[in-house]
């Protein structure tokens, strides 16, 4: 089993930034890809970035292109999503998720591991 840990959320002024911190332990061998999701109150889960840990490929959602770099740091089995010029849409709670196959995926029914979210408001 993996066990997923986020952390990093708050408060900020719009303009502002904030690193996700996204640490994983347990069976930590089988994970191949990990994703990052948001979900706001009454809205739908949705991809924002997700990163390869064997090339480390990343792909994100195009509302946050250019403005949120999702990274790996393999010796600490820890991924990252660095959030910049934050916007108040960007409000919502932010999910890390591990999947086992060697593949970014957009679709969150395809990942198999899930933290427990932290949230993220963007407001003045």
């Known amino acids: 089993q993996v066990q997923l840990v986020e952390s990093g959320g708050g408060l900020v002024q719009p303009g502002g930034s904030l690193r996700l911190s996204c640490a994983a332990s347990?069976?930590?061998?089988?994970?191949?890809?990990m994703g990052w999701f948001r979900q706001a109150p009454g809205k739908e889960r949705r991809f924002v970035a997700g990163i390869s840990l064997s090339d480390g490929s990343t792909y994100y959602a195009d509302s946050v292109k250019g403005r949120f770099i999702i990274s790996r740091d393999n010796a600490k089995n820890t991924v990252y999503l660095q959030m910049n010029s934050l916007k108040p849409e960007d409000t919502a709670v932010y999910y890390c998720?591990?999947?086992?196959?060697?593949?970014?995926?957009?679709?969150?029914?395809?990942?198999?591991?899930w933290g427990q979210g932290t949230q993220v408001t963007v407001s003045s």
């Open positions: 347990g069976s930590i061998f089988s994970i191949n890809a």
């Open positions: 998720a591990a999947r086992s196959t060697p593949l970014i995926a957009s679709n969150w029914h395809l990942y198999n591991s």
